[in-house]
Nanobody
Framework: QVQLVESGGGSVQAGGSLRLSCAAS????????MGWFRQAPGKEREGIAR?????????YADSAKGRFTISRDNAARNTMDLQMNNLRPEDTAVYYC?????????????????WGQGTQVTVSS
């Protein structure tokens, strides 16, 4: 099974940018569609973005459209990234990467069977 480790979180001021990465190991990375989720304090975990196994199809939550970009590298690094621009205080959350054996669109949490430990993103006003 695949193991996932997130990196790249940190603190940034509103309007700034961060790039999160998710490193995969233990299984063939290109077999999984991948996603990013986040959970803010006191709130349920929500889906942010999803990318297909080959990277040709992406899906974003409304909160991420136009500001976040999901990408993956199946060939060299076995990683998935989330470029986050124009960050807002409401983006503050723990961000998780997740892997799914299902080639579906959408951000249903139940689709994803493998999860990383999360990385904290804090955006100050």
């Amino acid at each position: 099974q695949v193991q996932l480790v997130e990196s790249g979180g940190g603190s940034v001021q509103a309007g700034g940018s961060l790039r999160l990465s998710c490193a995969a190991s233990g299984s063939t990375f290109s077999l999984y569609s991948m996603g990013w989720f986040r959970q803010a304090p006191g709130k349920e975990r929500e889906g942010i973005a999803r990318i297909s196994v080959a990277g040709g199809s992406t899906y974003y939550a409304d909160s991420a459209k136009g500001r976040f970009t999901i990408s993956r590298d199946n060939a060299a690094r076995n990683t998935m990234d989330l470029q986050m621009n124009n960050l807002r205080p409401e983006d503050t959350a723990v961000y998780y990467c997740a892997a799914s054996i299902w080639s579906r669109s959408g951000l249903a949490e139940a689709d994803f069977g493998y999860w990383g430990q999360g990385t904290q993103v804090t955006v100050s006003s």
